[in-house]
């Protein structure tokens, strides 16, 4: 009844879990002993990762041993200040100015080199270590907000919660005291949660994102319309800004489909009062389609790859908008607007 769940023991949340290994027939063995080796291998792995549940894959053997010395280099990697923070810009699409940035977490290992998010986010997210990682990246947000505020730049910070974080009852404080600590009022920061991560416990997620709300915090939902939250849900939620998932943007050129999903997903969000931003912004002609559709900010490689902390207060004050008037538009995409 505990288990998979955020418990309190002297004052400190606790997690607890069990570790699950599986494996099929036949996909992954033909036999009974075979299959039961197998699924065993699975349970050793999910148990030394406190990864919940992992299912047996040919790598495992191979791949087990990296994972978990990977693992355990994360937990030394704030100690030995190997994170490090950089922003992606954001702009506004009407009138081209710099609003704000997303923040983003990176590992730079001393002989791994960068360790791509994709390699280390996942582990941190299975064994709690997530909240380690959040802590740091919220200090780093706030002390990156305070210093574009010194150097005159009033502009939205975003950083992304995970599910653990969402489930996290201490997290409402941590950054309440974070924030006051640098004197920045709440508003400055964006928090992005995924469809997924609410849906994995819609209530707890909803009581949560109530308190942050509360506290002036904007919030936003991430890589929409990859997910399964429901339009009637998503009127419940005390959202601020809806982010329109980078697959959707990237192929509109290409695909019409794909520019109605954008531009019904537009005309949702602003009939519910959200400001929408669009990823994947890669090309000066699709800044000027996302304009007309209504967009109202969007960011990408078009506008700046994400870069150091340090070098962003630099770039954002040489920021130029780019001439996009002369950009045509297709015929067929004009007949959808």
Request: with cysteine; proline share 4%.
């Given at each position: 009844s505990v288990s998979g769940r955020s418990n309190t023991l002297d004052d400190n949340t606790v997690d607890l879990g069990?570790?699950?290994?599986?494996?099929?027939?036949?996909?992954?063995?033909?036999?009974?002993?075979?299959?039961?080796?197998?699924?065993?291998?699975?349970?050793?792995?999910?148990?030394?990762?406190?990864?919940?549940?992992?299912?047996?894959?040919?790598?495992?053997?191979?791949?087990?041993?990296?994972?978990?010395?990977?693992?355990?280099?994360?937990?030394?990697?704030?100690?030995?200040?190997?994170?490090?923070?950089?922003?992606?810009?954001?702009?506004?699409?009407?009138?081209?100015?710099?609003?704000?940035?997303?923040?983003?977490?990176r590992w730079q290992h001393p002989?791994?080199?960068?360790?791509?998010?994709?390699?280390?986010?996942?582990?941190?997210?299975?064994?709690?270590?997530?909240?380690?990682?959040?802590?740091?990246?919220?200090?780093?947000?706030c002390r990156e907000q305070q210093t574009l505020r010194a150097r005159g730049l009033n502009l939205k910070l975003s950083l992304n919660l995970s599910t653990r974080d969402l489930m996290d009852p201490d997290l409402p404080g941590k950054l309440q005291k974070q924030i006051a600590h640098y004197g920045i009022e709440a508003g400055a920061f964006v928090l992005e949660i995924t469809e997924s991560a609410i849906m994995d416990d819609p209530q707890r997620a909803l009581q949560t994102l109530m308190k942050l709300h509360?506290?002036?915090?904007?919030?936003?939902?991430?890589?929409?319309?990859?997910?399964?939250?429901?339009?009637?849900?998503?009127?419940?939620?005390?959202?601020?800004?809806?982010?329109?998932?980078?697959?959707?943007?990237?192929?509109?050129?290409?695909?019409?489909?794909?520019?109605?999903?954008v531009r019904s997903t537009i005309d949702l969000a602003h009939n519910l009062g959200l400001t929408v931003v669009a990823e994947g912004l890669e090309s000066a002609h699709s800044w000027k389609m996302l304009a007309v559709l209504g967009c109202d900010q969007a960011q990408g490689y078009f506008v700046a790859r994400p870069m150091p902390a340090d070098q962003f207060a630099d770039w954002a004050q040489r920021w130029v908008a780019p001439d996009t008037a002369g950009e045509r538009l297709a015929t067929d995409f004009v007949a959808i607007i």
């Open positions: 069990a570790g699950i290994g599986v494996a099929g027939c036949p996909e992954h063995a033909t036999n009974a002993d075979q299959l039961l080796a197998r699924a065993e291998i699975a349970m050793y792995v999910a148990k030394r990762e406190h990864a919940g549940t992992v299912i047996f894959h040919p790598e495992l053997d191979s791949t087990s041993q990296e994972s978990l010395s990977l693992l355990g280099e994360l937990r030394r990697a704030i100690d030995r200040d190997e994170l490090r923070l950089v922003l992606q810009p954001k702009v506004d699409l009407r009138t081209g100015q710099l609003v704000g940035a997303e923040a983003l977490l002989t791994r080199g960068l360790v791509p998010p994709m390699r280390f986010v996942p582990f941190a997210e299975q064994t709690g270590f997530i909240r380690l990682l959040t802590n740091w990246l919220v200090e780093r947000v509360e506290m002036g915090l904007k919030l936003s939902i991430d890589d929409f319309g990859v997910g399964y939250s429901s339009l009637a849900y998503l009127k419940r939620l005390p959202v601020d800004e809806l982010k329109i998932d980078k697959s959707f943007v990237m192929n509109m050129a290409a695909d019409l489909d794909d520019a109605k999903i």
